[in-house]
């Protein structure tokens, strides 16, 4: 490393696999597994990365050891840029994949415009070493800066073991009360507390109507505002439930609703055909106990002229009538209908007694 000469204000980043003997499908699984794991960190979704690729090799005999089948391209490492306060918060979780992998791998780390770094590890305590250079870097309000977001991203808001540890942070870095004051409003944006962000989203997510918005690009959407909020993938994952259980709620209530709606005009037109079938009946009995049958006209319409003017000339007869319209609340054209249909029948029988 040489000295510093200049204000540094990004890094370059380059690993690469040093083991040649493992199979190359391996490598380039884990070098695909940790691009994913770097561009989930936040604020570097958008990390432009380029990759080292495992040269073709292949003999009369077929593929050797190492090689891979002809056209497939193969990954043995990778590069990316990104901010320098972002430094700790990338090696932290490069040193969590090497864990994982457990394959020696070469890291170069540049910081423009003269630090340079070459280191081969197969150990995360080894590229841990490499964390202080990233304070030692950066200025002391990048530095607290840089913890409290990485709270802040973990608990959604300033807990009581996070105030002291960030007030450990600031006398450790020599950060003024005012300073990290201004820091803490800037890290949580318009909301001043975890309960504040969880009533923002709830509103947000009330857009959502249906159970597969939840899923979709809505949801893709609210994802990118949780992580501009701060919220915690976990806090996230608990109002999307919640909002999941109230669309579920809301769509029972509008099925037995409906359900309901369904039944009562079900048995409002049981209750009306029944109510037509008394009156019909009634009204059978009425005209068949004052039928005269010895003066039958040929013509329908005469038949049924005559039928209901000798039931209203008579008076215990026409209050019987009224009474049983009455009784069986019709309308009108109900009631008239239904008369006619019997004076029809009752006439096409006269002209069988």
């Not at 457990?102 to 995360?124: K, N």
């Not at 037109?269 to 005269?292: A, C, G, K, P």
């Amino acid at each position: 490393m040489v000295d510093n000469s200049g204000l540094a204000t990004s890094f370059r980043l380059s690993i690469k696999s040093v083991e040649p003997g493992l199979d190359p499908r391996v490598t380039h699984a884990v070098i695909q597994a940790l691009r994913q794991a770097i561009a989930e960190l936040g604020n570097l979704e958008q990390t432009t990365f380029s990759f080292f690729h495992r040269p073709q090799r292949s003999t009369s005999a077929g593929l050797s050891r190492g090689s891979s089948p002809l056209g497939e391209v193969l990954y043995l490492g990778l590069q990316f840029e990104a901010p320098l306060d972002k430094f700790n918060l990338v090696l932290r979780c490069v040193a969590s994949w090497l864990d994982r992998t457990a394959q020696a791998m070469l890291f170069e780390v540049i910081i423009p415009p003269v630090y340079s770094l070459t280191l081969q590890t197969d150990q995360s305590k080894v590229l841990a070493q490499l964390l202080p250079l990233g304070e030692a870097l950066l200025p002391p309000q990048a530095i607290y800066l840089a913890q409290m977001e990485s709270y802040i991203n973990r608990f959604g808001d300033f807990t009581p073991a996070v105030r002291a540890n960030l007030a450990i942070a600031r006398h450790r870095v020599g950060l003024s009360r005012e300073g990290a004051s201004n820091l803490n409003a800037h890290a949580m944006g318009p909301f001043k507390t975890l309960a504040e962000k969880y009533q923002h989203f709830r509103k947000e997510l009330l857009v959502c109507n249906q159970e597969s918005d939840l899923s979709g690009d809505f949801w893709q959407v609210m994802q990118d505002k949780a992580i501009t909020m701060s919220l915690p993938q976990a806090d996230v994952q608990f109002l999307r439930a919640e909002r999941l259980q109230a669309l579920r709620t809301e769509a029972d209530e509008s099925r037995q609703q409906t359900e309901a709606r369904a039944e009562t005009d079900r048995l409002r037109q049981q209750e009306q055909q029944q109510r037509l079938m008394n009156y019909r009946q009634t009204f059978e009995d009425l005209i068949v106990d004052s039928l005269d049958l010895e003066n039958v006209a040929l013509d329908r319409g005469e038949f049924r002229d005559k039928v209901m003017e000798h039931l209203a000339a008579i008076e215990f007869s026409r209050g019987r009538l009224t009474q049983v319209r009455k009784f069986y609340d019709l309308s009108q054209p109900e009631a008239d209908a239904l008369e006619q249909t019997v004076l029809d029948e009752l006439y096409l029988l006269s002209g069988l007694l």
